[in-house]
């Protein structure tokens, strides 16, 4: 079981930046992979970001060059650096982590960008 709980979302404005915690109730070097996801107002949830427990990651063609996930393991924190944001990038943001063949979702943090 791991309890997932993200936390650094609020209000930017265009251009601005924000990072994303989500911290896990037990080490994170055993989960296969961590991932952000984010959905917006009647859109489907979509993957923002995903990082392997060696380190790999992978991001969604919107987010490429803006966004850049990363973990620290001793922390058992998985962070969303956002930069350069845009008013798209207005959502509610989701951590999941993947042990095995079982899923684990945060509450989610809203993210909002506004002018």
């Known amino acids: 079981q791991v309890q997932l709980v993200e936390s650094g979302g609020g209000l930017a404005q265009p251009g601005g930046s924000l990072r994303l915690s989500c911290a896990a109730s037990r080490t994170i070097d055993s989960i296969n992979v961590m991932s952000w996801y984010r959905q917006a107002p009647g859109k489907e949830r979509e993957l923002v970001a995903t990082?392997?427990?060696?380190?790999?990651?992978n991001y969604a063609d919107s987010v490429k060059g803006r966004f850049i996930i990363s973990r620290t393991n001793a922390k058992n924190t998985v962070y969303l650096q956002m930069s350069s944001l845009k008013l798209e990038d207005t959502a509610v943001y989701f951590c999941r982590a993947r042990v095995l063949f079982t899923l684990y979702w945060g509450q989610g943090t809203q993210v909002t960008v506004s002018s």
């Open positions: 990082i392997g427990s060696s380190g790999v990651t």
